[in-house]
């Protein structure tokens, strides 16, 4: 069974705004989309394993992430 991550995540409107432009960004640095998209995921509920699959990076990758 998939344990709880300790690291929640949550973001305001105005935050979750400015991630969901950064993702859709065809000039950003990839390293920087893909942890806007791993931020809003784990802000979604996503689990650690489920959004490391998703984006096709580590999962330790996602959970140095959610820690930050």
Same mark, same amino acid.
């Given at each position: 069974?998939? /344990?709880?991550?300790?690291?929640? $995540?949550?973001?305001?409107? *105005? *935050? @979750?705004?400015? !991630?969901?432009? !950064?993702?859709?960004?065809?000039? =950003?640095?990839?390293?920087? $989309?893909?942890?806007?998209?791993?931020? !809003?995921?784990?802000?979604? &509920? &996503?689990?650690? =394993?489920? /959004?490391?699959?998703?984006? &096709? $990076?580590?999962?330790?990758? /996602?959970?140095?992430? @959610?820690? @930050?």
């Amino acid at each position: 069974m998939p /344990v709880e991550s300790p690291f929640q $995540v949550a973001w305001d409107s *105005e *935050e @979750r705004t400015l !991630l969901e432009e !950064l993702t859709r960004s065809r000039t =950003a640095p990839l390293c920087r $989309v893909q942890r806007a998209r791993a931020a !809003l995921a784990c802000a979604d &509920g &996503g689990r650690n =394993a489920a /959004v490391a699959r998703a984006l &096709g $990076v580590p999962l330790d990758t /996602v959970r140095r992430w @959610r820690k @930050r």
